[in-house]
């Protein structure tokens, strides 16, 4: 990197620095500060100099050498870490974070830097203030470079040069940089324990962990604003104490905005439940409508885990056949969101070649703002059931034409929760309606039935009627005990997902 320092130095003069008229002032600032071991880019920033390249500058010999005094890293090989930064501004920590990154494999193309330091970093800089004030008056007005901004652009312009992510604080790709620092851990807590301070701070215990609350950055740098400098002094070492290990990064959070794939999927076989079923510890069905869609997308995409939002469910026993059921997958944490469309149709084909029970059809994906449709058209969808039915005796002619001539004009039911999930669903009585019903003779006792229902009746509880939950029900209508055999899903009337949108094809 190619910077001039001495001219970015002589600007910071030249320019509106308060405190810093002549490059001797400089010196006598630089040299106060490295007699306190505050490190070269620390001394940089309470120079006034702005966030920029000279930052990124991995040799302090220039820098030293325009300051005219011998500086420290931020880190000084671990003897003695900068007291006011406490080694945060390290580039190897840079290098680490953006190291990390890189491993992910995140095809992002601009990234979020968010920087949360240890709290004794606000209390340590404003000793570094008190100490520099006291020695040189002029400096008084001096508002230094925060050091957040240092650390952020320190990162961002590594994720720029190395790898072209850009900065962008709207980007769905976030990067969540949190410091820790045991040593100096409770090193505020004397700013809450003072006579006049306005703030009450709570210490709990729990599993054998002290926590404490209503210490926030915000309450700190109040009460460092409310503290005169003679009661700060009275309190804490100006300059800052020295300490024994610089900061770590105690938590690096990468987190990408989820992708969200729809489709529609068809169950050709019976006991597949839509999302993984366990009893207690035991797996009821083998196989899920989740795993076996959400598995390839998961490989394809990279995603930390999946989601299936169905469009209503049905029961494990019932097939879904048809066009499929509306749904879509949220992928948490992608590292790959750009997709070819071939790429998602491949997984289409591949659950066909293989005669997967679980099929897709028009796998593709969608908006974050679509995955409403789903929500919102669990209310307005109608849907078209096949059963296999039996009564426990015949029916006559007349019965069946009675009832197919009811079932032409639909039929208005009033169903309690149902006696199988009383245990998960409030007790509730709803109306729903049936639209068309339609019985036909297969042989013996055993019937056909077609119908058409508003999203949510059980249709279970409609053929055997739910010991008196469901009135009518298709055993009153036809005066016998009916039961159900089999249940299919033919239609699932909801336009989802979206028609694809330009360049996908
Ligand atoms: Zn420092």
Redesign the pocket.
């Known amino acids: 990197m190619d910077i001039d320092i001495k001219e970015t130095i002589a600007s910071a003069i030249s320019g509106k620095a308060p405190g810093l008229s002549s490059l001797e002032d400089v010196t006598m600032a630089a040299a106060t500060l490295t007699m306190a071991q505050?490190?070269a880019?620390?001394i940089l920033r309470f120079l006034q100099i702005p966030a920029g390249p000279v930052y990124l500058t991995r040799s302090l010999d220039a820098i030293s050498e325009a300051l005219g005094v011998e500086l420290q890293h931020?880190n000084s090989n671990g003897l003695s870490p900068?007291p006011?930064?406490l080694g945060t501004?390290d580039m190897a920590l840079v290098d680490k974070v953006v190291g990390s990154f890189k491993e992910q494999e995140y095809d992002a193309s601009s990234a979020a830097v968010t920087v949360e330091l240890p709290k004794s970093v606000y209390v340590r800089h404003h000793s570094m203030q008190v100490h520099l004030k006291s020695a040189h008056p002029s400096l008084n007005a001096a508002t230094p470079t925060d050091l957040k901004d240092v650390i952020k652009y320190m990162v961002c312009q590594t994720l720029v040069s190395e790898h072209s992510i850009a900065s962008d604080a709207d980007s769905d790709m976030r990067i969540e940089i949190s410091f820790a620092h045991e040593e100096s851990a409770s090193e505020h807590q004397f700013l809450f324990d003072r006579e006049n301070s306005s703030v009450k701070t709570k210490t709990f215990r729990k599993r054998g962990v002290h926590y404490t609350t209503g210490d926030s950055k915000a309450a700190v740098l109040s009460e460092l604003g409310a503290c005169s400098d003679k009661d700060f002094i009275s309190c804490f070492a100006c300059p800052p104490p020295a300490i024994a290990q610089p900061a770590t990064i105690g938590s690096l959070v990468l987190k990408r905005a989820p992708i969200f794939i729809g489709g529609r999927y068809l169950k050709l076989e019976r006991n597949i439940s839509q999302t993984p079923f366990f009893v207690g510890e035991r797996r009821v069905t083998e196989l899920s409508v989740a795993d076996v869609v959400g598995e390839p997308i998961k490989a394809l995409v990279r995603c930390d885990s999946y989601n299936l939002v169905g469009s209503g469910r049905e029961d494990a026993d019932v097939r879904m056949l048809g066009d499929g059921r509306p749904f879509y997958l949220e992928c948490t944490n992608p590292r790959t969101t750009i997709i070819k469309p071939g790429q998602i149709r491949a997984i289409e084909d591949q659950l066909r070649s293989t005669k997967s029970p679980v099929q897709v059809r028009r796998l593709q994906m969608i908006r974050p703002e679509d995955t409403s449709i789903i929500r919102e058209g669990e209310e307005h969808k109608t849907k078209h059931y096949c059963a296999l039915v039996w009564f426990s005796s015949p029916l006559s002619q007349d019965k069946l034409a009675e009832i197919n001539a009811i079932g032409k004009q639909g039929v208005l039911l009033q169903q309690k929760t149902p006696i199988r999930v009383l245990h998960r669903r409030a007790p509730l009585t709803r109306e729903r309606r049936l639209l068309a019903l339609e019985l036909e003779p297969i042989e013996g006792k055993f019937y056909k039935l077609r119908l058409e229902s508003e999203a949510g009746t059980y249709i279970k509880e409609f053929v055997h009627g739910d010991l008196g939950r469901t009135v009518p029900s298709l055993a009153d209508m036809a005066g016998v005990t009916a039961d159900i055999i089999e249940l299919d899903v033919e239609n699932v009337s909801l336009d989802f997902p979206p028609a694809l949108v330009d360049g996908d094809c």
């Open positions: 505050t490190c880019l620390c931020p900068c006011v930064c501004l």
